[in-house]
């Protein structure tokens, strides 16, 4: 008696567990997309976060990938994130943090270091009912590569550019517009020569604007091996009054 007692227990106990709602928290994870607005100013990296959040979350945002993750509440989600840039793989400078709209508690816990694969974290805890809307800024200064860096993996510090296939013709005087359209062979003769990857795209290529580097074209570049994609930023030094390419550094992301 006392067992088929135990039995109906049991039986009642996997019955409500059926029918009564289980919540179950999942990690959310999302790619920032591409900022369009063209307010940033030049040399600045940017990452507006948007999140919609209920309840206690932890944000973690690691080049343009936003990890999610709720600790209490329902799960949270992406509310219109943006980056005119990912945010790099190593230490950057004038890193800041700025909260743009909360109604709860938004804290920094981490800035991008080594020690967390330089990850920018962030805690946030909403404790009225219902989402909340957060919205928090990244920012930090670009280095374009720059000369003199000497990083392992890049392909030096600002070396000279030979008149190799891709070098530009000789002319009076260039344009801005006419120095990043110069750059674009040398980049990909150094992409290809330092990291055989014969086929990369120039993008988001502009001015250096930082004190004494008016003559520095800074940009990103994605280069393509069968299957595999490597991703690499870059300076190009322009001799404006020649249009001469002087010098080329290559590193990676």
Known sequence: MKTLRRAKVVVLALMCSVSMPVMLMA?????ARRMTRDDVPLGKGQCDIRLRVDGEAEVSLRGDMVHLRTISGRDGRDDGSECNEPLPARPVDEFSFEVRDSRGEILLLSEPLPRTGFRAVVRIRDGEGGEGRYHYRLSWRLDGGG???????????????????????QVNSWTTGQAINACRGPVQDAI??????NS???????????????????????????????YFIFSCQVDFSSGRVVAVDVRRR
Not at 27 to 31: L, T
Not at 148 to 153: C, F, I
């Open 200 to 230: 990369a795209d120039i993008s988001n290529a502009r001015a250096d604007e930082r004190q004494g580097r008016n003559d520095w074209i800074i940009g990103d570049a994605t280069a393509r091996r069968g299957p595999a994609i490597e």
């Open 147 to 169: 000369p003199g860096l000497n990083r392992p993996g890049g392909s030096g510090p600002g070396r000279p550019v030979g008149r190799g296939p891709n070098a530009p013709p």
């Open 192 to 197: 290809a020569s330092d990291y055989r990857y």
């Open 27 to 31: 990690d959310v994870e999302f790619r």
